[in-house]
């Protein structure tokens, strides 16, 4: 649309406005990127304004997690943090400018009178909308309720008129302001709702765009309507498509986690979830999959955000942090990978050994070496590295690490012998491809005991017994007792002679029970 481009020379400033009362949404998340991207690529503003009126719904803890999860993904606020909460001196001004004006006023119906009036309205197949008792209340009667310290709330004097504007995604939109009623704008004096408040805070922060999800559009007449009183310019709206499930309805819970800290949690990198985010709802015009955050700031634009709802696909996301794992450095993965390692209690560093911690994604400590928990070996850096690099082509998330690796931090495996069995082999073939094994494996030299060697020799005698899984299948299954695993040439490098013989020993021990 041409609205965006007519805008470039404006001051572009964009916030994000959640409320803490829940963890942060992945569909918040979303928001804040295209605020953010459309932000960084007309040289604007990102701001964050935490929308804290509802006190007792909002949590300082989820603050907190929505901050954590902007840093996380790497999406940087450029002014201070704004909290509604900290803000009533400057509501107060206006609201009580909207009563001066007569575009607002003291309603003292009763809650109950509410609730009657909605029923009533429900059972004619009305939308309920207020009445408008108290609308013109004289002054003095005014001025007596309050004397009397009757309960009140302040509600707009909704105009009659039609509210037109141009949705830069979804273009003409028209409301007819007769549907809405007086709504309720405070609760007192220096206590907007959400819409007051909104209004307010959009103004003073002079933002220029209102990038938010769809479900707000039906409060943007309200909001039009609040600024036209309050005489504030008029806005540019966005209005971003819904997140949906796979079967189309509203992602939530029920479809999954919906929490970027759960996101976090799980190993998904903040690289890929930005990406996948990225992709909800906005179409980049190509077969293009992968961007990162600078690529999205050059090639986002609202033109191409869609209007219909962005089907969330948690293949893709699995798949894009399966392609950023991959473009990792085997160092940097390690890192990544070790907090899982310690949460799953198979390592603890040697300077904290008892202080497991939990869930963190940067190492919060400095360790020369960390102590396997089981066998009480201490091993360092490059020795986890191996191990998480010949997982790096198959791991999806970092927190599979623990699952796929744990043997290699175990003294001795527990397994079914059936796991040893290639195809329909006896428990005596068993038994002697495992001595074959470990025939050959001892003849090794120690120097010498690398995956390309053991792959070259045993692969070797593999051939010429033909079926290679007589001799493969068990060896890989008595030195990972898993059905799936890297390669046992691989897993025997690391393992080391010693421990690759004591593992095959263990498996004729296994193989031999009844
Ligand atoms: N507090 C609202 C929310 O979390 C903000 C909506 C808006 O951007 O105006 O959805």
């Known amino acids: 649309m041409s609205g965006e481009k007519e805008e470039k020379l404006e001051k572009i400033r964009v916030r994000i406005a ?50 954590q999860g902007l840093k996380y993904l790497g999406i940087e606020m450029d002014e201070k943090l704004y909290r509604q909460s900290e803000r009533s001196d400057i509501y107060e001004k206006y609201i009580k400018k909207l009563l001066e004006q007569d575009n607002a006023y003291h309603c003292f119906c009763l809650k109950e009178e509410l609730e009657a009036q909605k029923q009533e309205q429900l059972s004619r197949g009305k939308p309920p909308k207020y009445n408008g008792k108290c609308r013109n209340l004289s002054k003095k009667e005014i001025k007596e309720n309050l004397k009397q310290e009757k309960s009140f709330v302040i509600r707009f004097k909704t105009p009659n008129e039609k509210i037109i504007f141009n949705d830069l995604i979804r273009g003409h939109v028209e ?10 704008i405070a609760k007192n004096l220096s206590t907007p709702l ?34 036209r009183a309050l005489g504030f310019p008029e806005l540019k709206y966005a209005h971003l498509p819904l997140i949906l499930g796979p079967d189309r309805t509203k992602l939530s ?14 190993g998904y990198l903040a690289e890929a979830l930005i990406n996948f985010i990225a992709l909800l709802g906005w179409n980049p015009g190509t077969e293009k999959e992968i961007f990162s955050m600078r690529a999205l700031i050059k090639e986002f634009s609202l033109e191409r955000v869609q209007k219909g709802g962005a089907v969330f696909n948690a293949k893709r996301l699995d798949w894009l942090n399966g392609f950023y794992i991959r473009q990792k450095s085997p160092e940097k993965l390690t890192e990544l990978c070790i907090p899982y390692l310690l949460e799953a209690e198979l390592l603890a560093p040697i300077e904290r050994q008892k202080e497991i911690i939990k869930g963190l994604h940067e190492l919060p400590f400095k360790t020369t070496g960390y102590k396997i928990l089981e066998t009480e070996e201490i091993i360092n850096f490059d020795f986890l590295k191996k191990i998480v690099s010949i ?36 428990d005596d ?50 030195l990972s007792g898993k059905k799936a695993s890297a390669t046992p040439f691989e897993i025997a490098e690391i393992l080391g002679k010693q421990k690759t013989l004591k593992r095959l020993g263990q498996a004729k021990e296994i193989v031999s029970r009844k």
């Not at 007309?42 to 901050?67: M, Y």
């Not at 998330?397 to 059936?418: G, V």
């Open 18 to 67: 959640p409320a803490p009362t829940g963890l942060f949404h992945i569909g918040t998340a979303r928001t804040a990127l295209f605020n953010y991207l459309f932000a960084k690529k007309h040289q604007g503003k990102f701001i964050l304004r935490i929308e804290d009126t509802d006190k007792e719904r909002s949590k300082l803890e989820f603050e907190k997690d929505i901050l």
């Open 175 to 184: 409301f007819d302001s007769n549907l809405i009623g007086d709504i309720v």
């Open 194 to 227: 959400y819409n007051l408040a909104v209004v307010i805070d959009d103004f003073e922060m002079k933002i220029s765009h209102i990038i938010r999800g769809e479900d707000h559009i039906s409060n943007t007449p309200k909001q039009i309507l609040l600024q």
């Open 253 to 266: 819970k029920r479809h999954g986690a919906t929490a970027v800290s759960e996101y976090q949690k799980q």
């Open 391 to 426: 997982y790096q082509e198959r791991l999806k998330k970092l927190s599979e690490i623990s699952e796929l690796t744990d043997f290699f931090f175990k003294d001795k495996l527990e397994y079914d012998k059936e796991l040893l069995r290639w195809k329909e082999m006896s």
């Open 429 to 478: 073939e068993i038994k002697n491809s495992l001595k074959k094994s470990e025939e050959i494996i001892s003849k090794i030299n120690t120097q010498d005991f690398n995956k390309e060697n053991l792959k070259n020799i045993l692969m070797a005698e593999a051939e010429i017994i033909g079926d290679r899984g007589k001799l493969l299948w068990p060896l890989r299954a008595a």
